[in-house]
């Protein structure tokens, strides 16, 4: 009998030596954020590239919530903004997205910025009130007009915005920061609170693109294993975008 359980008990160890859980959702995320609705909205960090749904799919399966998200990869904030120097196709706009949130939801998350920056879009200027006539082919008057579309639409949901990780493989961080402090303005003046999650990347979560191994981490993809540094695969959203977004949903 005690080598049969022996035998039973080795058996089992060996069919569970190589097994990989699931996360598990932490106990009062759960309780503050099952059965309600998000949506999402922003370009291919959104919409999940190389894990289709993005953190947004996680946060809905981790957590029950009911998730809405017609983001589109190759979106930018400003519109009229050319796929390439090269054509005259323009790419998706995220103002055109508040148009597709049509129910009520208790949370609303914006990302966007990085395909303005790509791709030059003009910078403008924030206004000085805000019912003014914003330059949507601007990535100031952009954000003004969909935080001001969120708001008017969408008075009772919760709003936020998404500062994507430092995607960088190249040194373009100089080139960046006026997109990346507008960004943080336009969110200061409309008072929606924003996740920084580019000095956040830069500063805690210690995934650096530059850094080969980690590159292939949390990016690979298998048309790109060895990553591109900007669209993460599942665990590279887990690590740098769910494990902090889910927080900060709670404390909005």
């Known amino acids: 009998m005690t080598k049969l359980i022996s035998v039973l008990l080795a058996a089992v160890l060996s069919m569970t030596a190589g097994a990989v859980t699931d996360p598990q959702p932490d106990g009062d995320a759960d309780n503050a954020l099952r059965g309600k609705s998000i949506a999402f909205i922003g370009d291919s960090i959104?919409?999940?590239?190389?894990?289709?749904?993005?953190?947004?799919?996680?946060?809905?399966?981790?957590?029950?919530?009911?998730?809405?998200?017609?983001?589109?990869?190759?979106?930018?904030?400003?519109?009229?903004?050319?796929?390439?120097?090269?054509?005259?196709?323009?790419?998706?706009?995220?103002?055109?997205?508040?148009?597709?949130?049509?129910?009520?939801?208790?949370?609303?998350?914006?990302?966007?910025?990085?395909?303005d920056f790509w791709n030059h879009a003009p910078l403008g200027e924030l206004t000085e009130g805000f019912d003014g006539d914003f330059?949507?082919?601007?990535?100031?008057?952009?954000?003004?007009?969909?935080?001001?579309?969120?708001?008017?639409?969408?008075?009772?949901?919760?709003?936020?915005?998404?500062?994507?990780?430092?995607?960088?493989?190249?040194?373009?961080?100089?080139?960046?920061?006026?997109?990346?402090?507008?960004?943080?303005?336009?969110?200061?003046?409309?008072?929606?609170?924003?996740?920084?999650?580019?000095?956040?990347n830069n500063k805690e979560t210690g995934v650096n693109v530059r850094d080969a191994e980690q590159k292939e981490k949390y990016f690979s993809a298998t048309d790109r294993p060895e990553g591109d540094g900007t669209h993460p695969n599942e665990a590279g959203y887990m690590e740098i975008y769910v494990t902090p977004m889910v927080p900060w949903l709670i404390s909005m």
């Open 46 to 115: 959104s919409y999940g590239t190389n894990y289709h749904g993005g953190y947004g799919k996680l946060i809905g399966d981790l957590y029950g919530m009911d998730v809405t998200n017609p983001s589109a990869g190759g979106s930018t904030l400003a519109r009229n903004v050319k796929w390439t120097a090269d054509t005259d196709g323009v790419r998706p706009c995220i103002i055109d997205m508040t148009d597709k949130l049509t129910d009520e939801y208790d949370y609303i998350i914006i990302e966007g910025g990085i395909n």
């Open 135 to 200: 330059d949507e082919t601007t990535t100031a008057g952009a954000l003004e007009s969909i935080f001001s579309r969120v708001k008017t639409a969408h008075p009772e949901s919760k709003t936020g915005f998404v500062i994507i990780h430092d995607p960088f493989t190249y040194d373009a961080e100089e080139a960046f920061e006026p997109y990346y402090e507008l960004i943080k303005a336009s969110c200061d003046k409309w008072g929606v609170p924003y996740l920084d999650l580019y000095e956040k």
